[in-house]
């Protein structure tokens, strides 16, 4: 059988691709800080590199796929450590098993990206400077801009990254999807805030209806990471209800 890694597995969109991942007859590896077969810390780069050594153990280097869903929205620097370095260090040190599988990587952005972001935080995270980066999201005044920043940061990163010989060459292809508003843990306070409902459904229109389950993310996720995918890379899919295409129809 396939063997599936999921970082953030312990909640939403995480836990809800790996019940779909075991309802296939697939193997899914969790990864999280609680509640799951690896338990790491992906903010800091020793919780990375145990984490790297303890997925390698646990799937005997096998690994068909790596979906990284685990990721922060609360307006700290510690958002530059986990949803940026929590990602590409993970990707970079799982990449030769995951080339020697014929494996294929997942990465989950956000609408966010699209969204204002603060140019000195970027520009770090893109020198794969983390302390640099702590600093400058640590300067930004307004701190729901450090979210997008490493979203934004993030998808430039693949984007860079996934046409190299180390992964295209290599035979391993590496998307995004980028998800609208979505119903986990993470939004829960937010939709029960009338106040901040509103001000997000205004910032994230949805015209084809309603916030999309964690299920219908990890579906599109898992296609990514699919054998039916021999040919799509460096893509950023927008599983949004038409948000993106709603606020930025001239840009592809
Ligand atoms: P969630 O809060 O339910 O799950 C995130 C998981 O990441 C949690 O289980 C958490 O423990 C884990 N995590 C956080 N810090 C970690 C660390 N240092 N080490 C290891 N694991 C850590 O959130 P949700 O909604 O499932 O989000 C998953 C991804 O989807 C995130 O990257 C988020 O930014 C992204 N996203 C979510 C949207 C939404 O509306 N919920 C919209 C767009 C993107």
């Given at each position: 059988?396939?063997?599936i890694?999921?970082t953030g ?6 836990a ?31 919780g990375?590199s ?21 990721g ?10 986990v ?6 260090e ?6 030769p ?7 294929k ?17 970027v ?29 934004f ?33 993470m939004?829960?306070?937010l ?43 460096g893509q ?17």
């Open positions: 059988s396939r063997k890694v999921v597995a312990a909640s939403g969109i995480g809800a691709t790996v019940a779909l991942i075991r309802a296939r007859g697939d193997v899914a590896i969790g990864v999280d800080l609680r509640d799951v077969e690896v338990i790491a810390d992906l903010s800091t780069p020793a990375r145990e984490a790297v050594a303890k997925i390698l153990e646990a799937t005997d280097g096998q690994i068909d796929g790596l979906i990284t869903c685990a922060l929205s609360n307006n700290s620097t510690m958002q530059v450590n949803n940026f370095f929590g990602t590409t993970l990707v970079e040190g799982l990449l098993a995951i080339t020697a599988s014929g494996g990587v997942a990465l989950v952005a956000s609408i966010s990206a699209t969204q204002p972001s603060d140019a000195a935080t520009e770090a995270l893109l020198a794969g400077d983390e302390e640099a980066a702590v600093e400058a999201a640590g300067k930004v005044e307004r701190v729901q801009a450090i979210y997008p920043s490493t979203k940061a993030l998808v430039q990163w693949m984007r860079r990254n996934a046409g190299t010989p180390a992964f295209a060459g290599a035979g391993v292809p590496m998307n995004a999807i980028a998800p609208g508003v979505v119903l986990s843990p939004t829960d306070a939709i029960a805030d009338p106040k901040m409902k509103a001000i997000m459904d205004a910032a994230v229109p949805s015209p084809l209806g309603g916030y999309a389950s964690a299920a219908e993310i990890g579906q599109a996720l898992l296609w990514l990471v699919a054998a039916e995918n021999t040919k799509m890379t950023i899919i927008f599983v949004d209800s038409g948000a993106e295409v709603t606020l930025r129809p001239a840009d592809h």
